[in-house]
T-cell receptor, first 109, second 112 residues
Framework: AQRVTQPEKLLSVFKGAPVELKCNYS??????LFWYVQYSRQRLQLLLR??SRESIKGFTADLNKGETSFHLKKPFAQEEDSAMYYC???????????FGKGTTLSVSS | DVKVTQSSRYLVKRTGEKVFLECVQD?????MFWYRQDPGLGLRLIYF???????EKGDIPEGYSVSREKKERFSLILESASTNQTSMYLC???????????FGPGTRLTVL
């Protein structure tokens, strides 16, 4: 079964601290992984996708097929990073994305 | 820039009413989706459509139906609204051959 697990509902860190939002997936084929972010009162938007291998707003995520993980990392958190983050899995059939339950990141000074 | 719009930002309805949620995208995307977003449950897929007049059930289709008469428009219908359908409803679209989805701003529906 295809599944995305985000084990943390809430992650609270101080400004300047490193951040790691965990994401594990279950999929037997070749996965495509995404991180979406939703800032307060804004629409859900794409943050990263694993095939682009780029850093957005200081965030990076590496697909680890051995551990079936796609953790989101940032070395120094900023207050404006506070948001809801969703990990999502796309399949080869190209149907709907499967989303995790989301992690709320709270960055305080 | 892809634009996905939803007809209402906030909606309040009474139990038993028929409710229509409209979604329009302007980028000629073949695929459109309806999700509901609830705290602690993430996004759950209600229905999706990969072409005009085509629809597929998602994970939680009970109590909902959809309509796609034109490529740019995907409607979600609650035939008889119930209080457990109080939620945030998100519409999304994507082109064929690309898994990236683009989301609308959401409609917060309250059923009293």
């Amino acid at each position: 079964a295809q599944r995305v697990t985000q084990p943390e509902k809430l992650l609270s860190v101080f400004k300047g601290a490193p951040v790691e939002l965990k994401c594990n997936y279950s999929y037997s084929g070749s996965p495509e992984l995404f991180w979406y972010v939703q800032y307060s009162r804004q629409r859900l938007q794409l943050l990263l996708r694993h095939i682009s291998r780029e850093s957005i707003k200081g965030f990076t995520a590496d697909l680890n097929k051995g551990e079936t993980s796609f953790h989101l990392k940032k070395p120094f958190a900023q207050e404006e990073d506070s948001a809801m983050y969703y990990c999502a899995l796309g399949n080869q059939a190209g149907t709907a994305l499967i989303f995790g339950k989301g992690t709320t990141l709270s960055v305080s000074s | 820039d892809v634009k996905v719009t939803q007809s209402s930002r906030y909606l309040v309805k009474r139990t038993g009413e028929k409710v229509f949620l409209e979604c329009v995208q302007d980028m000629d995307h073949e695929n459109m989706f309806w999700y509901r977003q609830d705290p602690g449950l993430g996004l759950r897929l209600i229905y999706f459509s990969y072409d005009v007049k085509m629809k597929e059930k998602g994970d939680i289709p009970e109590g909902y139906s959809v309509s796609r008469e034109k490529k740019e428009r995907f409607s979600l219908i609650l035939e008889s609204a119930s209080t457990n359908q109080t939620s945030m409803y998100l519409c999304a679209s994507r082109p064929s051959g690309n898994n990236e989805q683009f989301f609308g701003p959401g409609t917060r529906l309250t059923v009293l």
